[in-house]
T-cell receptor, first 112, second 114 residues
Framework: EAEVAQSPRYKITEKSQAVAFWCDPI?????LYWYRQILGQGPELLVQ????????DSQLPKDRFSAERLKGVDSTLKIQPAELGDSAMYLC??????????FGSGTRLTVV | AQSVSQHNHHVILSEAASLELGCNYS??????LFWYVQYPGQHLQLLLK??????LVKGIKGFEAEFIKSKFSFNLRKPSVQWSDTAEYFC????????????FGKGTTLSVSS
């Protein structure tokens, strides 16, 4: 069964440092999403891509977060500088045209 | 804007008890509805989904959900829970436009004691 790959699985970083997460969606899935899941809460959408274009980044804190999907395949989410409140699970998901959403295992970020 | 409300934050049941988790959504148009499960340390897995047709949807692991349009609800049920059902459960909604992002509720933690 095809999977959405994410790395790293865990990341510990100091406050004010830069951190980056990588996601490789299922082959052929044009739509890619980044979500943030704070412990004990549901995932919240940060940014949505359609191919290489951003469709929705209204919830992305653009002063410190950036996301790109240069060739319309894999994607990188960056935080610079990281803050304590950024500690969370960062989930990547991709979708086909038939509402087939698949989630990756996520990157658990701890900011110290 | 779409939103999802899950009424129960934490549910504790004994094995063989029946389960019902509430989910209400807010959206003015046609929606697609989902229930996901997240076992400890694992990724989100789809339990079931509703797009149209029979409002009673059956999913994996013996779960089912009923869409009641007049109540904007999509409650999850299971007649008899097992210890292995201990997990976090999320209700999610999208509009019926392909590619629309899933909007999740805050989740319900289910703890089943043996």
């Amino acid at each position: 069964e095809a999977e959405v790959a994410q790395s790293p699985r865990y990341k510990i970083t100091e406050k004010s440092q830069a951190v980056a997460f990588w996601c490789d969606p299922i082959s052929g899935h044009a739509t890619l999403y980044w979500y943030r899941q704070i412990l004990g809460q549901g995932p919240e959408l940060l940014v949505q891509f359609q191919d290489e274009s951003v469709v929705d980044d209204s919830q992305l804190p653009k002063d410190r977060f950036s996301a790109e999907r240069l060739k319309g395949v894999d994607s990188t989410l960056k935080i610079q500088p990281a803050e304590l409140g950024d500690s969370a699970m960062y989930l990547c998901a991709s979708a086909n045209r038939n509402y087939g959403y698949t989630f990756g295992s996520g990157t658990r970020l701890t900011v110290v | 804007a779409q939103s999802v409300s899950q009424h129960n934050h934490h549910v504790i049941l004994s094995e063989a008890a029946s389960l019902e988790l509430g989910c209400n959504y807010s959206y003015g148009g046609t929606v697609n509805l989902f229930w996901y499960v997240q076992y400890p340390g694992q990724h989100l897995q789809l339990l079931l989904k509703y797009f149209s047709g029979d409002p009673l949807v059956k999913g994996i692991k013996g779960f089912e959900a009923e869409f009641i349009k007049s109540k904007f609800s999509f409650n999850l049920r299971k007649p008899s829970v097992q210890w292995s059902d201990t997990a976090e459960y999320f209700c999610a909604v999208t509009s019926n436009q392909a590619g629309t992002a899933l909007i999740f509720g805050k989740g319900t933690t289910l703890s089943v004691s043996s």
